[in-house]
């Protein structure tokens, strides 16, 4: 069993930058980023491999969000810059113990965390 712990949200100002880690307790594969905002499904933010080699991201926060992980710590990193109001959700990190390429489709991922909110304020 993985479990799995995210950090990092807050309320800031549409412009501002957040950092949100993940941290797992155990060895995993691929790993992802997923959101909710009320009254939406959940939704695909970006995803990335072992190596960290491949990566994906919703093309909405793409040239604003990178994902990175650094698996010494067991850690996988959303930094958001230049966040919109329309980013406001609370956001899931979820984990694998295999490797696959479709990182969107949110049934892949077995593991979740308990999510953290990120509001951004207009």
């Known amino acids: 069993q993985v479990q799995l712990v995210e950090s990092g949200g807050g309320l800031v100002q549409a412009g501002a930058s957040l950092r949100l880690p993940c941290t797992a307790s155990?060895?995993?594969?691929?790993m992802g980023w997923f959101r909710q905002a009320p009254g939406n499904e959940r939704e695909f933010v970006a995803g990335?491999?072992?190596?960290?080699?491949?990566?994906d991201l919703l093309d909405s926060v793409k040239g604003r969000f990178t994902i990175s992980r650094d698996n010494a710590k067991n850690t996988v990193y959303l930094q958001m810059n230049s966040l919109k109001p329309e980013d406001t959700a609370v956001y899931y990190c979820?984990?694998?113990?295999?490797?696959?390429?479709?990182?969107?489709?949110?049934?892949?991922?077995?593991?979740w965390g308990r999510g953290t909110q990120v509001t951004v304020s207009s």
């Open positions: 979820a984990a694998r113990r295999l490797a696959n390429t479709d990182y969107r489709n949110p049934i892949g991922f077995p593991y």
């Open positions: 155990g060895r995993t594969f691929d």
């Open positions: 990335i491999s072992w190596s960290g080699v491949s990566t």
